[in-house]
């Protein structure tokens, strides 16, 4: 992948990943996150979900991403919040941060770059005993997805919700909730992106022209398949008898 022009075509935008507050308020709530929680943004992006994580009272967020200008940007973004901070960093390493363990770990549309096995082993050893991870992990709606939706992922292992599910809960997690993921998530990702798309449009080179036309395929293309795929999103407990 060009990264460079990649991110040129990513910068500053809200969020780096289909979601809404709805959806992080639905999942803290089933957390019954308690006040003064500890919580890790995991794969946050530019922190497009801290805002409605911080409203959880006396929360502290930690958000952590593996790009420097996506941290940069959502330390600007809440530089007068004493409640958080972003660094960079894997989550794969969040059990090491100062912060950890967490009540609560929110990670959008980002663990499926690690796969659950790897994902949720890492997050288990960074979470209180009954601790609550909520993810959102690629999914089919249906037992027969076309061939533009399979190739949506990209090769990504993408499975049913049962499949889903069963694969959580053998890694020591007890599903607590699931639910699809909103088209209004996808497009509150989606349309500012088309609008920077378009903002760079003119007297653009070759590379970035590439690279504008490939991220306005895959909104295109989502469109297409959205009643076939998308974003399962997951609420589950560690159980409190792991080391």
């Not at 409640?83 to 990670?107: T, Y």
């Not at 349309?191 to 070759?206: C, F, S, Y």
């Not at 589950?236 to 008898?241: S, V």
Request: proline content about 5%.
């Amino acid at each position: 992948m060009d990264k460079e022009n990649f991110f040129i075509v990513h910068k500053d935008l809200p969020r780096e990943g289909p979601g809404s507050p709805e959806e992080v308020a639905w999942a803290l709530e089933l957390a019954a996150v308690g006040e003064d929680a500890v919580i890790c943004d995991a794969g946050s992006g530019p922190g497009g979900d801290s805002f409605e994580l911080l409203k959880a009272p006396g929360a502290l967020v930690v958000a952590v991403d593996t790009r420097d200008a996506f941290v940069a940007q959502a330390n600007a973004r809440f530089a007068h919040e004493g409640r958080f901070r972003a660094e960079c960093r894997s989550m794969e390493d969040v059990a090491g941060l100062a912060e950890a363990p967490f009540d609560f770990i929110w990670c959008a549309g980002a663990l499926y770059f690690l796969g659950i096995p790897s994902g949720l082993g890492a997050f288990s050893k960074a979470l209180v005993p009954n601790g609550v991870v909520a993810f959102s992990e690629p999914c089919y709606f249906t037992d027969t997805p076309s061939e533009m939706a399979q190739a949506f992922w990209e090769g990504y292992n993408t499975k049913r919700s049962d499949a889903i599910l069963k694969d959580v809960e053998a890694q020591g997690f007890e599903v607590m909730a699931h639910r699809k993921v909103s088209d209004a998530g996808w497009e509150a990702y989606y349309q500012p992106m088309e609008m920077r798309i378009a903002t760079l449009r003119d007297g653009a080179g070759a590379a970035l022209t590439k690279m504008l036309d490939l991220c306005a395929a895959e909104a295109a293309s989502w469109r297409e398949v959205r009643s076939e795929t998308g974003y399962l999103l997951i609420v589950a407990r560690r159980r409190g008898d792991l080391g």
